[in-house]
């Protein structure tokens, strides 16, 4: 047991992301006047700063980048707007939202996002304020989908139809609803919402934020064993579900996980939560709340890439974290449970659920929804939505699934996927159907290297090797990130690529097979063919040595091509 610390915010000037949040008037600042300004398409860096918190940011096409400046153009300035859905869950109605607000103003596709959220990007300056508003008109919003709060809670997307995953689902939404920013800034500014008459001068608060909200973002995600296709132990708070006899009788809680890091600084890293406890499903909000704001009171404020509840766990120690917790909370969380987790990808295909409905998982390759002269995808999922009564439901590996699909129903959604060829992935390598990438080029400012636009293409390469090796239908999972932001978690890959520069790469190989365990870089900045070198002797042993039932990650870390990470703190470790 660790020495018991005083616990403390590191010390330090506030970095100017606290200033801007501060001189706000609460998410506000000059957004307001700025939207109207007709001369730039591009706001002000403080106005961007506050966007995160309303759902979007301003990027640049940075394929553009260079032509525009030699025409001494400003760059092509256009926003990504991020809709939240906890838990994933769509109507059709707000699917066919999505798609007509992508068409009208995007960029013609959707992305889903690896937190089940949706992406839109493209967006003019002045076409923001619509889109907003057409997206809150369809009873969805971007309030937290960015920023330094909690940002859009994950949930199983439900293939298997219990009831326990309704009841988790529920949960979800009202973690979501009552951890969002109070501020009255987004109705305003988006929605031309005025101050309710004789309130002028009651004074604004977040009750639970307060003024300068958190650190850096936080993320929930809740898990249904078997399946931790959530990734939840890459969540600052991860509530895994313990059912006993069929029945939902609580979750474990776990803390302090999280992907991002920076290259060349060893003090960052990803990290993996720890289980501390379990609690009843009508604990959850208050655990989550008090636990939000220990971040907030003890969190780095004055170097932001130090300002996660990760780093905030592994400074002030998991102990004291946890007995921080029981002080707020008046009580204290009981035992964890017994737990199991067989994978972390999804189960493609035609599923029926307890009630008797149907449940179809489609492969998208990377989330992406757009149509292409071979593979009219958007079309054919907006003809489903012209008929489908059930659910639209976002995986947290960029899938998706048409969930409640009635027997009636059934055969005629089944006519559209086959007249415009929408596939479930079973005809692709278990490779590709376990493989997710980020956005990347030309969109993210942070982008190092390619990653959505790449990652097929290289897969494509290793389908060869895996076919020699007869290890098509072997599932292996590929992630792979263009920065080490680690928005497709790439740390919890049994192969993970995190770009270094254009064309190059970290490899990393030994993530556990259901999201149990870090990877370790194995081979420095390397290019396409390096990478093929390295992996292929590695996938042929795989194919003659592994032991029976063993997956790929194992059995690098057997074999001694890396060793084993149970904690981000031995992540950069020789």
Known sequence: MPDKKVLAAPEGPPSDVERIKKESNYLRGSLAETLKDRISAGIPDDDNRLMKFHGSYLQDD????????????????????????????????????????????GNGTLKLTTRQAFQMHGILKWNMKRTIKEINDSLMDTLAACGDVNRNVMCNPNPYQSQVHAEVYEWSKKLSDYLSPRTKAYHEIWLDEEKIAGTEDVEEVEPMYGDLYLPRKFKIGMAVPPSNDVDVFSQDIGFIAIIEEGELQGFNVALGGGMGMTHGDTDTYPQLSRVVGFCTPEQIVEVA??????????????????????????????????????????????????????????????????????????????????????????????????????????????????????????????????????????????????????????????????????????????????????????????????????????????????????????????????????????????????????????????????????????????????????????????
């Open 62 to 105: 940075r394929d553009l980048r260079n032509e525009r400046r030699k025409q001494k153009l400003e760059p092509a300035y256009q926003f990504m707007v991020r809709v939240r859905a906890p838990g994933g869950v769509a109507t059709p109605e707000q699917w066919l939202t999505m798609d007509r607000l992508a068409n009208d103003f």
């Open 289 to 574: 709340e008090k636990i939000i704001t220990i971040q907030r009171d003890y969190g780095h404020r004055s170097i932001r890439k130090y300002a996660r509840f990760k780093y905030t766990v592994d400074r002030l120690g998991l102990d004291n974290i946890v007995e921080e917790l029981h002080n707020r909370l008046g009580w204290k969380l009981e035992q964890p449970r017994a737990y199991y987790f067989e994978h972390n990808g999804d189960r493609y295909g035609w599923v029926q659920g307890e009630k008797g409905e149907w449940h179809l998982t489609l492969f998208i390759q990377n989330g992406r929804i757009k149509d292409s002269e071979e593979y009219h995808l958007m079309t054919g999922l907006r003809e489903i939505a012209k008929i489908h009564t059930g659910d639209f439901r976002l995986s947290a590996n960029q899938n998706l699934v048409i969930s409640k699909v009635t027997s009636q129903k059934k055969k005629q959604i089944n006519e559209l996927v086959e007249k415009y060829n929408l596939t479930d992935g079973k005809e692709n390598s278990a490779l590709r159907r376990n493989a997710m990438a980020c956005v990347a080029f030309p969109t993210c400012g942070l982008a190092m290297a390619e990653s959505e636009r790449y990652l097929p293409s290289l897969i494509d390469h290793l389908e060869v090797i895996l076919e020699e090796a007869g290890l098509r239908d072997e599932e292996i999972v590929i992630r792979m990130s263009g920065c080490p932001n680690g928005c497709s978690r790439a740390a919890l890959g049994e192969i993970g690529f995190i770009g270094k520069a254009p064309g190059k790469y970290n490899l990393y190989l030994g993530a556990g097979f259901a999201g149990e365990r870090l990877n370790k870089m194995y081979r420095e900045n390397i290019g396409e063919e390096e990478i093929l070198e390295t992996l292929r002797p590695i996938i042929f042993s795989y194919a003659k040595e592994r032991e029976n039932g063993e997956h790929f990650g194992d059995f690098v870390i057997r074999k001694g091509y890396v060793k084993e990470v149970r904690s981000g703190t031995e992540f950069h470790a020789e």
